[in-house]
T-cell receptor, first 113, second 113 residues
């Protein structure tokens, strides 16, 4: 079954600094990969998705992710962190033959002024 | 409003009581999902449904019951609540003709005393 691993449960960055969240996947077939963001006391919101159309995927709020098949990675980046980026981020992969997703454990981002 | 809603948003109940969490979506998505979110465990799938009257177990189904008589509704019932079921519960939906992304409701915070 497909799965994802998020490296680092917590990331702290300064405002204006690069945000880099790591996600590695295991999949025997071309994967469908997703990044979600969860703000406090809210549901998960789709940031971006990879569906094999392009290896560099641009999402909302200035985030982007690059699919690297050779590294089985789908890392999320944002060039300049903003205070509003403080949230929890989840990487997910389509799991199995149906419409289920398998989620990583999540990475909490803190932004320092 | 269009989208996916959950009710109640907060619920406190006693051990042994039956509790039903409601989920309603206005998109006519075929797939619907129930997750629980606990610190240290990320998101875990409880049950999912591919269409009305079709449901299947996820990763942690014990102690929960679901039904889906209408496409737009997917209630989750805790037949006899236990303290270990204290959690935040999220409902999500996905369309058959999409690219497997799921859309989440705002969540229900359930406390079992």
């Amino acid at each position: 079954a497909q799965s994802v691993t998020q490296l680092g449960s917590h990331v702290s960055v300064s405002e204006g600094a690069l945000v880099l969240l790591r996600c590695n996947y295991s999949s025997s077939v071309p994967p469908y990969l997703f990044w979600y963001v969860q703000y406090p006391n809210q549901g998960l919101q789709l940031l971006l998705k990879y569906t094999s159309a392009a290896t560099l995927v641009k999402g909302i709020n200035g985030f982007e992710a690059e699919f690297k098949k050779s590294e089985t990675s789908f890392h999320l980046t944002k060039p300049s962190a903003h205070m509003s980026d403080a949230a929890e981020y989840f990487c997910a992969v389509k799991s199995g033959d149906d419409y289920k997703l398998s989620f990583g454990a999540g990475t909490t981002v803190t932004v320092r002024a | 409003d269009a989208g996916i809603t959950q009710s109640p948003r907060y619920k406190i109940t006693e051990t042994g009581r039956q509790v039903t969490l409601m989920c309603h979506q206005t998109w006519s998505h075929s797939y619907m999902f129930w997750y629980r979110q606990d610190l240290g465990h990320g998101l875990r799938l409880i049950y999912y449904s591919a269409a009305a009257d079709i449901t299947d177990k996820g990763e942690v189904p014990d102690g929960y019951v679901v039904s889906r008589s209408k496409t737009e509704n997917f209630p989750l019932t805790l037949e006899s609540a236990t303290r270990s079921q204290t959690s935040v519960y999220f409902c999500a939906s996905s369309e058959v003709w999409g690219q497997y992304e799921q859309y989440f409701g705002p969540g229900t915070r359930l406390t079992v005393t």
